[in-house]
């Protein structure tokens, strides 16, 4: 069994900056691919930021120069600094992992609002 578990939304003024984290638990030999996604009711989920186990990394055009994803490998985590948020930020957030052998997870979502 294998478990995302993030934390870090919350309620942040226009302009202001929040830290998501998510951690990985269970049965794990290595991670692939970790990212975050996040989706508006009225919208499908898209794609925010995502990081290889090398630490590359690749961001959605609304995000670029605000957000920072970061990966800790050792302790299976990966982080999402935001800064300047701005209202259209507002959705919920979610971790997503690809764990090698096993398949690809998602965490239970963290709500971010941003109010103007």
């Known amino acids: 069994q294998v478990q995302l578990v993030e934390s870090g939304g919350g309620v942040v003024q226009a302009g202001g900056s929040l830290s998501l984290s998510c951690a990985a638990s269970?049965?794990?030999?290595?991670?692939?691919?970790m990212a975050w996604y996040r989706q508006v009711l009225t919208k499908s989920r898209e794609l925010a930021a995502v990081?290889?186990?090398?630490?590359?990394?690749n961001y959605a055009d609304s995000v670029k120069g605000r957000f920072t994803i970061s990966r800790d490998n050792a302790k299976k985590t990966v982080s999402l600094q935001m800064d300047s948020l701005q209202p259209e930020d507002t959705a919920v957030y979610y971790c997503?992992?690809?764990?090698?052998?096993?398949?690809?997870?998602w965490g239970q979502g963290t709500q971010v609002t941003v109010s103007s």
């Open positions: 269970g049965s794990i030999s290595n991670i692939g691919t």
């Open positions: 990081i290889t186990p090398a630490g590359n990394t």
């Open positions: 997503y992992a690809v764990v090698l052998g096993r398949g690809a997870y």
